[in-house]
């Protein structure tokens, strides 16, 4: 299996999202509910273990209530 090196850009969202999760007060398993995503892959996504795409990113912004910019910008 082919792998891809890890950009800092994973770490960014990574971070971006746990952020604003926690500043709303909800659980993982919340935020992946209102998203329509699975927990534990949201999990890995907040870890910086798994690669987010961009309709799932989309669809995390969507779920936080902010544009999808915002959790990419440093």
Do not use: F, H
Request: positive net charge; without cysteine.
């Amino acid at each position: 299996m082919k792998t891809t090196p890890k950009s800092p850009l994973r770490d960014i969202v990574a971070r971006n999202m746990r952020k604003l999760r926690a500043d709303r007060g909800w659980s993982q398993e919340y935020l992946a509910n209102k998203a329509g995503l699975n927990r534990t892959y949201l999990s890995a996504v907040e870890r910086s273990e798994q690669n987010i795409s961009i309709d799932n990113l989309y669809r995390v912004a969507e779920g936080l209530g902010v544009e999808a910019w915002m959790l990419l910008k440093p």
